[in-house]
């Protein structure tokens, strides 16, 4: 009784003792990956499911499959987030022994995450691009490493490669304040997306040089990020200009930017409406200019 007393005097109680306890308990079976289901956001959602459907499925070494999937808003949403790419690995330790990893499936990944296995006298090590870095990598390199695969980029691989640098990019911009120097970066983006520069035609010795060209499937990663975000006016208004979306009504280009320019007026309608003509002010001007009566007289009537 007087050590309760104590305890109590003291600032302490045993209900805090108790509540202390059953964190402890709490934290033994977290680290154990106790209830992991509820701790882990991603586990039930559509990216994880199609990951391990298409793993495990027949068409597995289909790259034109695996392309479509890392350009997924399924993908996307957990793209780089460390809880996410933790189920990735996950689910390819579990079917390792039954589905080994293939070339198909490494190389997209590779691509989607900037990050090269190649071989080196020390064996295999990564070439990482800079803007590929964030916690929840060390997953990437551990599916990488169970592959111990040598990647060799080809045709089309290094448009794509452009196509997720860009990504990351407006990523990065998407946490400033769009200031005047995120709006010259963000328009530098766009100018890649330009009809003119949209192409699925391989180029040779790609590797070599900046590319301006990108392919037709990284509009799925530009579309995904401004369709699945909140923007201020002006971003949007960059978007419009720069990629002329309001062309983006009949032909490719509809096919192309048609769900940008939805995504553009669902924010901003007021970007598709066109000014009506004063037909009463352009009478005034006309007959205050004088031309129409100098019977070509002059240089200017002429």
Same mark, same amino acid.
């Given at each position: 009784?007087?050590?309760?007393?104590?305890?109590?005097?003291?600032?302490?109680?045993?209900?805090?003792?108790?509540?202390?306890?059953?964190?402890?308990?709490?934290?033994?079976?977290?680290?154990?990956?106790?209830?992991?289901?509820?701790?882990?956001?991603?586990?039930?959602?559509?990216?994880?499911?199609?990951?391990?459907?298409?793993?495990?499925?027949?068409?597995?070494?289909?790259?034109?499959?695996?392309?479509?999937?890392?350009?997924?808003? =399924? &993908?996307?949403?957990?793209?780089?987030?460390?809880?996410?790419?933790? !189920? $990735?690995?996950? @689910?390819?330790? *579990?079917?390792?022994?039954?589905?080994?990893?293939?070339?198909?499936?490494l190389t997209e990944l590779s691509i989607a995450y900037g990050v090269q296995?190649?071989?080196?006298?020390?064996?295999?090590?990564?070439?990482?691009?800079?803007?590929?870095?964030?916690?929840?990598?060390?997953?990437?390199?551990?599916?990488?490493?169970?592959?111990?695969?040598?990647?060799?980029?080809?045709?089309? =691989? &290094?448009?794509?490669?452009?196509?997720?640098?860009?990504?990351?990019? !407006? $990523?990065?911009? @998407?946490?400033? *304040?769009?200031?005047?120097?995120?709006?010259?970066?963000?328009?530098?983006?766009?100018?890649?997306?330009?009809?003119?520069?949209?192409?699925?035609?391989?180029?040779?010795?790609?590797?070599?040089?900046?590319l301006s060209q990108r392919h037709p499937r990284s509009l799925k990663l530009?579309?995904?990020?401004?369709?699945?975000?909140?923007?201020?006016?002006?971003?949007?208004?960059?978007?419009?200009?720069?990629?002329?979306?309001?062309?983006?009504?009949?032909?490719?280009?509809?096919?192309?930017?048609?769900?940008?320019?939805?995504?553009?007026?669902?924010?901003?309608?007021?970007?598709?409406?066109?000014?009506?003509?004063?037909?009463?002010?352009?009478?005034?001007?006309?007959?205050?200019?004088?031309?129409?009566?100098?019977?070509?007289?002059?240089?200017?009537?002429?």
């Amino acid at each position: 009784m007087m050590e309760k007393d104590g305890k109590a005097w003291s600032g302490q109680s045993e209900d805090r003792e108790e509540g202390a306890s059953r964190q402890r308990e709490w934290d033994s079976k977290r680290s154990a990956g106790w209830n992991r289901e509820e701790e882990n956001p991603f586990r039930r959602k559509a990216g994880i499911k199609r990951f391990r459907e298409l793993y495990t499925g027949k068409r597995r070494k289909d790259r034109t499959a695996w392309a479509d999937y890392f350009v997924s808003g =399924d &993908f996307l949403e957990g793209y780089r987030e460390g809880a996410f790419t933790g !189920l $990735l690995l996950e @689910a390819v330790r *579990e079917h390792q022994e039954s589905f080994p990893l293939c070339k198909e499936f490494l190389t997209e990944l590779s691509i989607a995450y900037g990050v090269q296995p190649v071989k080196t006298g020390d064996g295999l090590q990564f070439r990482v691009e800079n803007s590929a870095f964030f916690h929840g990598i060390e997953n990437i390199y551990e599916i990488m490493q169970m592959g111990a695969a040598i990647v060799r980029y080809k045709g089309n =691989d &290094f448009a794509m490669l452009a196509g997720f640098r860009d990504y990351r990019e !407006l $990523l990065m911009l @998407a946490m400033s *304040e769009w200031d005047d120097d995120t709006m010259l970066r963000l328009g530098k983006v766009l100018d890649y997306y330009t009809l003119s520069n949209i192409s699925d035609r391989p180029i040779q010795d790609a590797g070599r040089y900046e590319l301006s060209q990108r392919h037709p499937r990284s509009l799925k990663l530009i579309t995904y990020f401004f369709t699945s975000r909140k923007l201020p006016k002006k971003v949007w208004q960059s978007l419009w200009n720069h990629l002329y979306l309001e062309n983006a009504t009949l032909g490719k280009e509809k096919l192309f930017y048609g769900s940008l320019r939805e995504a553009v007026l669902g924010s901003v309608p007021e970007l598709g409406e066109k000014p009506r003509p004063s037909y009463k002010e352009l009478l005034r001007e006309f007959y205050a200019s004088g031309y129409f009566c100098n019977k070509g007289e002059t240089f200017e009537g002429r």
